[in-house]
């Protein structure tokens, strides 16, 4: 079983900062994309950001140049930094670890932390 366990959501004012980090099971980790969606209400999760196995990021139009996605592979551990917060980006945010073993794709995710953006 695989666990994601997510932690450093909370209550922000606009232009504020976060940094999110997600925590996971060693194996998993070490051959997975690490992605960290979000879910606001009345609206369906979408992809804020990604990084792989080597390195490589890709982000949501609507968070680049704000947001940092990066991996600490010794800790096991994805970050998500996030600057310039707007009101917009109040959600839940999800860790997920998604690897493909024979080709058959698996995904986990984590139970999600609260981020809200308000003044």
């Known amino acids: 079983q695989v666990q994601l366990v997510e932690s450093g959501g909370g209550l922000v004012q606009p232009g504020g900062s976060l940094r999110l980090s997600c925590a996971a099971s060693?194996?998993?980790?070490?051959?997975?994309?690490m992605n960290w969606y979000r879910q606001a209400p009345g609206k369906q999760r979408e992809l804020v950001a990604g990084?792989?196995?080597?390195?490589?990021?890709n982000y949501a139009d609507s968070v680049k140049g704000r947001f940092t996605i990066s991996r600490d592979n010794a800790k096991n551990t994805v970050y998500l930094q996030m600057n310039i917060l707007k009101p917009e980006d109040t959600a839940v945010y999800y860790c997920n670890a998604h690897f493909v073993v024979v080709a058959s794709n698996h995904d986990y995710w984590g139970t999600g932390t609260q981020v809200t953006v308000s003044s």
């Open positions: 060693e194996i998993a980790f070490s051959i997975s994309t």
């Open positions: 990084i792989t196995t080597g390195g490589r990021t």
